[in-house]
């Protein structure tokens, strides 16, 4: 069954099984984006199974049932095309990227890579120590251990606060088996969805994934519940770093929302350097080299992010600058900056517009979340129409709920408390 969208020239054909292909036609565009995205990740584990997803995805490349690694390689590479996949909290995706009349046969790869992927033993255990090096570096990267701790104080024991990498303990002791049941758990018709952006053929495409995919069990939406927003501030003094590193935030509308007053409000605050968070930390009183806001929309949840690397004898300083920021942008946006950051979201967007791979990637998280591909003029048109009174009412509500924030590195006596005292007011 195939039926148009909101959005020009993007089709979306469901097989029988629930499986979605979302096609985006690009007429003129030689090379071709082919993702398959499926709705899974560390937020769907739990703790016992943190980091399974990100295993799956690594260990998707090793051989199936018809090709070994070295195969698979071969295979895309002798076609000119690029591989590639990742995990996030609440999807697990597979890309490749090659010439535009070769996109079925990306289909058929992909599939192939999705669901014969047999997990050989040998490759597991290879795996595991490159995995494992993965958080031992992880583990030495002060600002990605306060990510860590950032998403616990946001979240507490809900599994949105797990990390996507997954636990040292876990990864020591996932077996073969483990891969091949949550697979079949979670990989299913009603959980898939295939984009393709280019100047393909159409029909040859949906062939290609009715091959490549018609066999796949319908099974049921995995669900995901919304987490409830805690708060809370967490500390981890880490010996051999000379800075503090510190990440702050506060709850955002979800992708399901579809409330974009969070994403204009990151861009006020602090996108570039003439923003009201750089020109005052950064410009005006030197506080730290780096600091930056940005808007993490995902599902089910988005969050708000503040994040700065500065000298512990500024830490309590910068945080009292931050929530000064907050207050005053709630009580009211400058028009300036309001068009600052109109501009430059709709530059991203218009940007993004243009890059193929951008196009399926959040062409196939609508379907997954929304149910339906959102037409990008009218994104956008929403986007603009946000007001700046909207904008003080998103800061405001903001600071009437707990700050979450987690400060590791290079800790002044009593670092908790302070940043609790000055983040509170």
């Not at 995805?57 to 199936?64: D, I, N």
């Not at 995995?131 to 616990?152: M, S, Y």
């Not at 530059?347 to 990637?361: D, H, I, K, N």
């Not at 700046?388 to 009437?400: I, Q, T």
């Amino acid at each position: 069954m195939r039926k148009a969208t909101d959005e020009p020239g993007t089709t979306i054909a469901t097989l029988a099984n629930g499986v979605r292909v979302v096609l985006i036609g690009l007429p003129g565009v030689g090379s071709a984006s082919v993702s398959v995205f499926v709705r899974t990740g560390s937020a769907h584990e739990g703790a016992k199974l943190n980091g399974i997803s990100h295993v799956v995805e690594h260990m998707a490349f090793k051989g199936t049932r018809t090709r070994d690694c070295q195969r698979i390689n071969l295979d895309a590479e002798r076609l000119g095309a690029e591989v590639n996949a990742h995990t996030d909290k609440d999807h697990t995706a597979f890309h490749m990227r090659g010439l535009a009349g070769d996109a079925p046969r990306f289909v058929r790869l992909l599939g192939d890579i999705v669901r014969e992927s047999t997990f050989p033993e040998e490759e597991l255990e290879r795996e595991r120590r490159v995995i494992l090096h993965e958080i031992a570096d992880d583990e030495d990267d002060p600002l990605t251990i306060a990510f860590q701790a950032f998403d616990r104080e946001c979240f507490g024991a809900h599994p949105a606060a797990l990390p996507v990498i997954g636990r040292r303990a876990n990864i020591e002791r996932f077996t073969r088996d483990d891969l091949l049941g949550y697979v079949q758990r979670q990989y299913s018709g009603k959980n898939v969805v295939i984009g393709v952006a280019g100047d393909v053929d159409i029909d040859a495409v949906v062939d290609a994934a009715q091959a490549a995919f018609g066999g796949l069990p319908q099974g049921s939406e995995n669900a995901l519940t919304t987490p409830r927003w805690i708060g809370g501030v967490a500390t981890k003094r880490l010996p051999g770093v000379s800075q503090t590193h510190v990440v702050v935030g506060w709850p955002i509308a979800s992708l399901v929302d579809d409330d974009p007053a969070g994403v204009v409000a990151a861009a006020v605050l602090g996108e570039g350097m003439s923003s009201p968070l750089l020109d005052r930390i950064r410009e005006r009183k030197g506080l730290a080299y780096y600091t930056h806001a940005s808007a993490d929309v995902l599902g089910r949840w988005g969050q708000f992010v503040i994040e700065a690397s500065v000298a512990p004898e500024h830490l309590d300083e910068f945080c009292a600058e931050v929530r000064a920021l907050m207050l005053e942008l709630s009580r009211g946006v400058e028009p300036i900056h309001l068009e600052r950051a109109r501009n430059q979201l709709t530059v991203r967007a218009l940007r993004s517009t243009e890059q193929p791979f951008r196009r399926v990637e959040e062409a196939c998280l609508d379907l997954l979340f929304l149910g339906r591909v959102r037409a990008r003029a009218q994104s956008l048109a929403r986007l603009r129409r946000v007001s700046g009174a909207r904008v003080a009412e998103s800061f405001a509500a903001m600071l009437a709920v707990p700050v979450a924030a987690a400060v590791t590195g290079r800790l002044p006596r009593a670092a908790r408390e302070r940043v609790a005292e000055r983040l509170h007011g």
